[in-house]
């Protein structure tokens, strides 16, 4: 065999790899076809984490670039198909954008009996959008510009709170976008997943590295995330607003005077036995509180025994007695001081919902000031399923990378909206009591559920610990979604009943 034959034999064998897509379009190909990493990864016979690899950059080698090659080329293929199939024909008219605005978001228009002040200039308006008088036209409107998000200068004497009528946007914090010609977009991108992926491929698929980078940069992260997810939306958030005192630290290291109501509440009696108790733990509670009243603009004050409940903020309340703490927590939490308390909206809809007729638990809280603004209960929806959804993503990819920096993102967003050097972009300490005091909240309704179902509530901690004895898998589902509670732990308190033993 001469040299030019084994040269030539060389060149036989050797072969050119497979060409690959793009990095993106790789995931977006398997995600077209509604596979996880997981799956895709156990037909490959390699790890999720490879998977997330090789979207993130990577190429794979050998027999199993050719398999993945195979793969996308399909994925390809079936999903051109299925477009091909699924596209609807031509109408006249679709390329009229004009025409095609007149169609939107005409289900949210409502016309008022009587006029009533716009929430942005504060002249009659005749008509309503998601329950907000405004004017639809912009040139029927007193005020024509947006609401400022700048952080306004130091002030040092509290400003009188503006009456309704002669408020103006800037104040209120709400920007009304007309009718028809609301910002439509498109599906919000995937940031988390990218954030993942570029930092999976930064540092070399090393796990931990890549969650220890992504945790340090979830505040940065999550407000990008709401600053996507809030596109298109009706109000501009004023991320700066004038607080009253009663929201300030009262010392540098020290508290505001809002209570937030923290359950730390543990059965005061146990019935005589041995008894095995349950320490169960509930999933996502701060990201399952981003659901709840949050006020839009600037805080107004009002005075007395009064709850508008299309309004949300704190309230100087007389927390009415509570004669179930034998078996159920204080719906004010732990408190042991009388008198008068700043609370937040959550825990007065929770004390204003417990007092009254379907439960009759006790008597309805008096209110003797508020300071309130208008609210929505979906200010931070997107922002929350999008999070919910890259984590209950993560769950079902066993992807501890995401669901780590998803809790990251949730819980420092909602621990660093106060006083914080950490979040500058977004200084609503209102939002912070508000949210947390939600999650607890949330913890109060599933110790009633469970009391309510049958069990014994022995123990009821901060946001997310709850202990119980009985069959607790009869009333909650077990699991790692946000619907659903996890074992903690499993203990035995008591001692047995001497009337129980055998006889020698």
Known sequence: MTDFDAIDALLAAAKKDVPLPPAEERRALREGLNLSRAQLAKALNVSPTTVGGWESGRDPSGEVREKYAYFLEGA????????????????????????ADQNVDQDDVEALPAPQACVLCGQPARHQVAGFPQHLDPAECGTTKPAQLEKPAPQEEPRQPVSAGRQGGAARGVKVVPVGRRLQTADTPDLIGSAVAAALAQHAGDVEAATAALIKRAIPDAMA?????????????????????????????GADQIWEARPKWARPELPVGEHEVTALDINGAYLSALKTHLPIGQLEHSTGNHHDRRRAGVHLITPPAWDHDAYLPNPTGSRDEPGPLWVTEPTLRLLLRVSGPKYGLCDPPEIHESWTSGATEGLLEKFRVALKAARDQAIAEDDEVTLEYVKAMYSKFVSTLGESNYNRELYRTDWMHLIRSQAFANLWWK?????????????????????????W??????????TEVKLKDVYTVGTPDPHDQPAD
């Open 76 to 99: 390809r293929t079936k999903l051109a198909a299925a477009t091909a199939e699924e596209a609807p024909a031509e109408e006249p008219g679709d390329d009229d954008p004009a025409e």
């Open 225 to 253: 995330l709401l600053d996507e997810t809030r596109k298109g939306g009706r109000y501009d958030i004023v991320a700066h607003p004038w607080l009253p005192d009663i929201l300030r630290k009262q010392t540098s290291r």
């Open 447 to 471: 110790a009633h559920r469970a009391y309510d179902q049958g069990l014994m509530v022995v123990r009821a901690m901060g946001t997310d610990e709850l202990h119980v004895i009985g069959d």
């Open 473 to 482: 898998r009869a009333v909650f589902p077990e699991g790692r979604g946000v």
